[in-house]
């Protein structure tokens, strides 16, 4: 790698973080096209493990502002969390569909029917 894409590389990592991982706002910063991030994350593994920390890096900042809203009584906040981070206890919402009608037997093979049956038994 020559020394000019490694300083845009780094140039890169660095608008990367500035701009919490959004990337064409950082390839503007740097520079660069977007297509050299792309080609760069493609082929050079050490840059991909970067980038993917970065992403990390920005989850981490992003959960840390919405335990600051949940802290401040933020109700909208609180909702969100239990449903991505409680389902196991329960916070989900969920759609029930009932088909209490019979499926017409011509369209489907018995075969059909008996797997469909298996699926539905199994998940339910």
Same mark, same amino acid.
């Given at each position: !790698? &020559?020394k000019?894409?490694?300083?845009?590389?780094?140039? !890169? @990592?660095?608008? /990367? +973080?500035?701009s /919490?991982?959004?990337?064409?706002?950082?390839?503007k910063?740097a520079?660069? *096209?977007?297509?050299?991030?792309? &080609?760069?994350? &493609?082929? *050079? @593994?050490?840059?991909?493990n970067?980038?993917?920390? @970065?992403?990390? @890096?920005?989850?981490?900042?992003a =959960?840390s502002?919405?335990?600051k809203?949940? $802290?401040?009584?933020?109700?909208?906040a609180?909702?969100f969390?239990? $449903?991505?981070?409680?389902?196991?206890?329960?916070y989900? =919402?969920?759609? +029930?569909?009932?088909? /209490?009608?019979? !499926?017409?037997s011509?369209?489907?093979?018995?075969?059909?029917? *008996?797997k469909?049956?298996?699926? /539905?038994? &199994?998940?339910?």
């Amino acid at each position: !790698m &020559n020394k000019q894409n490694s300083t845009l590389k780094k140039a !890169m @990592l660095e608008a /990367l +973080e500035k701009s /919490l991982g959004v990337v064409t706002t950082a390839a503007k910063l740097a520079g660069i *096209d977007r297509g050299s991030h792309y &080609n760069w994350f &493609n082929e *050079d @593994l050490k840059y991909r493990n970067a980038v993917n920390e @970065l992403e990390n @890096l920005t989850l981490d900042y992003a =959960e840390s502002q919405l335990h600051k809203q949940i $802290k401040n009584g933020n109700t909208s906040a609180t909702i969100f969390f239990l $449903k991505t981070k409680g389902k196991k206890r329960g916070y989900i =919402e969920r759609q +029930e569909i009932e088909h /209490l009608g019979a !499926m017409p037997s011509m369209k489907v093979s018995k075969e059909a029917k *008996d797997k469909i049956d298996e699926i /539905l038994n &199994n998940e339910y």
